[in-house]
Antibody
Framework: QVQLVQSGAEVKKPGASVKVSCKAS????????INWVRQATGQGLEWMGWMNPNSGNAGYAQRFQGRVTMTRNTSISTAYMELSSLRSEDTAVYYC?????????????????WGQGTLVTVSS | QSVLTQPPSASGTPGQRVTISCSGSSSNMGSNYVHWYQQLPGTAPKLLIYRNNQRPSGVPDRFSGSKSGTAASLAISGLRSEDEADYYCAAWDDSLSGVVFGGGTKLTVL
């Protein structure tokens, strides 16, 4: 069965960086984009960007441009999301999700499987 | 402020039918499919409806979706206590070149 298993909770100081991993199993890792979505406590879902595990290409939401990097290691079927210059407003649960569709043509682009989430706390 | 607009809350009694609306614009819902996600308390979101009205395997047919122009709705019939959750609509936005979500609707089963 398809599974996306994320790394554990992190506590970081303002200004630091965090790198969250997402290990895929049960399907061909390079066949589907991995997206990252975050959710602050009591708030809604916020899309951060997509990464194509086959090509390594990525696209980011404008508000995260310059601060986020999405990468992968195909040999271990794992995707990564690194967020830098952390501030308290970045405290949230971060989810990875596999996508059906092609980001270059978003007509039908949706998330069929999600990771369990990783809590990132930014506090001095 | 979310790009897609949903009511913050909805409620119904067991057995009732409830609908949750989602409105967008020409750059998102007007030109792309709408999808719905269910988030039970303390869990990750789950795909509920894709491509406006398609149900993934395992999703009961009590859940249905529809779309007309830049408006969409999720209907839940035969409401059950386990349907109490947050529901989010989503679509690709051509202007933003990314996925946009609604603010979410918290469904309470009275």
């Amino acid at each position: 069965q398809v599974q996306l298993v994320q790394s554990g909770a992190e506590v970081k100081k303002p200004g630091a960086s965090v790198k969250v991993s997402c290990k895929a199993s049960g399907y061909t890792f390079t066949s589907y984009d991995i997206n990252w979505v975050r959710q602050a406590t009591g708030q809604g879902l916020e899309w951060m960007g997509w990464m194509n595990p086959n090509s390594g290409n990525a696209g980011y939401a404008q508000r995260f441009q310059g601060r986020v990097t999405m990468t992968r290691n195909t040999s271990i079927s794992t995707a990564y999301m690194e967020l830098s210059s952390l501030r308290s407003e970045d405290t949230a649960v971060y989810y990875c999700a596999s996508a059906i569709g092609i980001a270059a043509d978003g007509t039908s682009y949706y998330f069929d499987y999600w990771g369990q989430g990783t809590l990132v706390t930014v506090s001095s | 402020q979310s790009v897609l607009t949903q009511p913050p809350s909805a409620s119904g009694t067991p057995g009732q039918r409830v609908t949750i609306s989602c409105s967008g614009s020409s750059s998102n819902m007007g030109s792309n499919y709408v999808h719905w996600y269910q988030q039970l308390p303390g869990t990750a979101p789950k795909l509920l409806i894709y491509r406006n009205n398609q149900r993934p395997s395992g999703v009961p047919d009590r859940f249905s979706g529809s779309k007309s122009g830049t408006a969409a709705s999720l209907a839940i019939s035969g409401l059950r206590s386990e349907d109490e959750a947050d529901y989010y609509c989503a679509a690709w936005d051509d202007s933003l070149s990314g996925v946009v979500f609604g603010g979410g609707t918290k469904l309470t089963v009275l």
